[in-house]
Nanobody, 126 residues
Framework: QVQLVESGGGSVQTGGSLRLSCALS????????MGWFRQAPGEEREGVAR????????YYADSVKGRFTISKDNAKNTLYLQMNSLKSEDSAMYYC???????????????????WGQGTQVTVSS
């Protein structure tokens, strides 16, 4: 059974930085995709970035390009999200997710992801 555990959320001022981590345990078929999603109150869950394990291609939502960087540690099965130049609109619950579905290479869409972490809160204030 695949389990995902996020860490690293918190509160930061506008312009600040945070680094999220997501550790995957259990068996998952390679190649697979891991992504970061976020959901603000009253909003739909949206994709932020994703990375392929068994490869290294990445994808970012336009809203975070140039500010966020997704990376991984293959040996630790861990995904990271470095978030710089944070804005108030980045405030949300951030979720890590994983999937073996190949469509995840094309779409950063929550329904394509089968395994989810519990989420970690990111709050950006001025």
């Amino acid at each position: 059974q695949v389990q995902l555990v996020e860490s690293g959320g918190g509160s930061v001022q506008t312009g600040g930085s945070l680094r999220l981590s997501c550790a995957l345990s259990g068996y998952i078929e390679t190649p697979y995709y891991m992504g970061w999603f976020r959901q603000a109150p009253g909003e739909e869950r949206e994709g932020v970035a994703r990375m392929r394990f068994g490869g290294s291609d990445t994808y970012y939502a336009d809203s975070v390009k140039g500010r966020f960087t997704i990376s991984k540690d293959n040996a630790k099965n861990t995904l990271y999200l470095q978030m710089n130049s944070l804005k108030s609109e980045d405030s949300a619950m951030y979720y890590c997710a994983a999937t073996e579905r190949t469509l995840a290479w094309i779409l950063l869409a929550p329904p394509l992801y089968d395994y989810w972490g519990q989420g970690t809160q990111v709050t950006v204030s001025s």
